[in-house]
């Protein structure tokens, strides 16, 4: 789809900061194509991220919302979710968590320009100043990245700095999707696009215990133990609205598990655990573990793993991956886009035939596929080979194919 040409904003924006000047706005905003739109939020302070700001930019449109005036949002997104209209961000997790926990909807055509960039580029993820300054050669506002958006009034440099965010995401979009035409990866976006935002709102919904720091060699009981506590301190945070680390830090939850104990007292006498608040938790505390104890043995996480792959498949993916990060940049497409080591690993041991239960893994699977998938087929194989080129470059090691 060639984006439809718009006569640009003003050098100036609109602050909308009560309801009925950001109802009009989204009556404006109705009537376009494509919208383009960043925040500015907080996330230290509470159990979600605090929304302070949206700056939004669409033909002839420039405008930075308070949301902190404005409480009433859904008719934004669920404009963003309704038609046909493209919706253009830039790394735009957070801007799709907003958009879910407002309306349970995300946009109906989403262009991440961060994504896109890594599918024609070599580097990923870039940061939005790089890629306006690599991609069409501006400087992006660097300053006020501290800034507490929860504090009113916003300074002149403040909201500056906040406009220049979404400003040039029209013409990061543009030249994008004449770069993804240029080389035929228009589905690959379509595609990249469709599973990035299945992870985002994965990532949202779905309780992600396994996150604690620290987890690393604690038995299955263990384990058990720090997913009943996970669930509780999460449950917790959210009714008091605090960052779930504020109601229990993760080392003293993975030490908690190590422990193995909900008598209250022994709970008291580890280090770390003697804040005077946390004499109104301690029975939760203990009711968790004690859960964690009774589980079944049959229901205990960590025993879906499968056999470990051998100790060879380690060194085989990490001299790949270096092959093939030079393949794909000669390709301008970014490696870390295309995977990681780890992703290597599980693509050989598919392969050779370990592991098999996992399913088809990351790189073994579409345009991923089309990349990598022959290449490794031919290097084991023996059809081709890997050989050391220029010492000296960026990228020595050459696949040579017979």
Same mark, same amino acid.
């Given at each position: ?131 306006? %300054?690599? &991609? ?7 300053? #006020?990245? =501290?800034?507490?958006?929860? /504090? @009113?009034? $916003?300074? *002149? ?12 995401l029209e013409d ?13 990866r228009e589905a ?38 720090? %997913?009943? &506590? ?7 945070? #959210?009714? =008091?609205?605090?960052?779930? /680390? @504020?109601? $229990?830090? *993760? ?52 025993g879906e793993r ?97």
């Amino acid at each position: 789809m060639t984006p439809p040409r718009s006569g640009g904003p003003a050098a100036g924006f609109d602050l909308i900061a009560s309801q009925p000047a950001f109802d009009r706005l989204v009556e404006r905003l109705a009537e376009h194509p494509f919208i383009a739109f960043d925040t500015e939020f907080v996330s230290e302070h509470t159990y979600r991220s605090q929304l302070c700001l949206i700056q939004i930019a669409a033909p002839g449109v420039l405008a930075a919302v308070d949301t902190l005036a404005v409480r009433e949002l859904d008719a934004f997104w669920n404009l963003l979710a309704g038609g046909d209209r493209t919706t253009i961000v830039h790394a735009g997790r957070e801007e799709l968590g907003f958009s879910l926990h407002a309306t349970g909807r995300l946009p109906a055509r989403l262009f991440d320009v961060q994504i896109a960039a890594g599918l024609v580029d070599h580097d990923f993820p870039a940061g939005y100043g790089a890629l306006v %300054r690599r &991609l069409l050669g501006r400087t992006a506002n660097k300053g #006020e990245t =501290r800034t507490d958006w929860r /504090k @009113r009034p $916003l300074s *002149d440099a403040q909201l500056a700095y906040a406009m220049d965010d979404v400003r040039h995401l029209e013409d990061l979009w543009r030249v994008l999707e004449e770069r993804l035409a240029k080389h035929g990866r228009e589905a690959w976006m379509e595609s990249e696009m469709a599973s990035w935002q299945g992870d985002v709102v994965e990532s949202f919904q779905r309780k992600r215990w396994r996150r604690v720091s620290g987890l690393t060699g604690l038995s299955r009981r263990e384990l058990a133990i720090a %997913r009943e &506590l996970w669930h509780w301190r999460d449950a917790v945070a #959210e009714s =008091r609205d605090m960052p779930p /680390k @504020r109601v $229990l830090r *993760d080392d003293l939850l993975v030490e908690l598990a190590k422990r193995k104990s909900a008598d209250e007292r022994e709970i008291q006498a580890i280090r770390g655990m003697q804040r005077s608040d946390f004499r109104h938790i301690i029975k939760g505390i203990a009711d968790a573990i004690d859960r964690g104890l009774a589980l079944p043995e049959g229901e205990l996480p960590g025993g879906e793993r499968h056999r470990a792959p051998p100790q060879q498949l380690a060194v085989l993916g990490q001299f790949l991956s270096t092959a093939v990060a030079g393949l794909c940049r000669q390709m301008s497409l970014a490696p870390a886009m295309v995977g990681t080591v780890s992703d290597m690993r599980d693509l050989l041991a598919w392969k050779l035939g370990y592991d098999v239960e996992e399913g088809e893994p990351l790189l073994a699977t579409g345009w991923r596929a089309e990349v990598v998938g022959t290449i490794i087929d031919d290097l084991l194989a023996g059809r081709a080979a890997l050989r050391i080129g220029d010492p000296r470059s960026h990228d020595p090691l050459v696949i040579d194919r017979g």
